[in-house]
């Protein structure tokens, strides 16, 4: 059963930083896609950031320049930086790990097989 484990998440202000990290127990896929999603209150599940096993990273529009993606495959960690932050960032954040979809590199909530159980991060004004 694969594991995964976030931390980072927090209360800052708006215009500051936050790390996540995502701590994955192990790859079982040989394509993967891994992502960050987040969920607020009400609102459904939605792809925030993805990398797939070749490197390539997507972005959601909202977060393009503020948000970088990234992954330690040394170490089965999954990284999520948030800079510039707005107070509409605030939700519960997940990680997700799944197999890359075939013929795409967007990494959707339905794509997902192994979900972390989130961290929160909340802005404030």
């Known amino acids: 059963q694969v594991q995964l484990v976030e931390s980072g998440g927090g209360s800052v202000q708006a215009g500051g930083s936050l790390r996540l990290s995502c701590t994955v127990s192990e790859y079982t896929y040989r394509d993967y896609c891994m992502g960050w999603f987040r969920q607020a209150p009400g609102k459904e599940r939605e792809g925030v950031a993805g990398i797939i096993s070749d490197g390539t990273t997507t972005y959601r529009d909202s977060v393009k320049g503020r948000f970088t993606i990234s992954v330690d495959n040394a170490k089965n960690t999954l990284f999520l930086q948030m800079n510039s932050l707005k107070l509409e960032d605030t939700a519960m954040y997940y990680c997700?790990?799944?197999?890359?979809?075939?013929?795409?590199?967007?990494?959707?909530?339905?794509?997902?097989?192994?979900w972390g159980k989130g961290t929160l991060v909340t802005i404030s004004s």
């Open positions: 997700g790990i799944g197999p890359r979809p075939y013929g795409g590199i967007w990494c959707q909530p339905y794509g997902m097989d192994y």
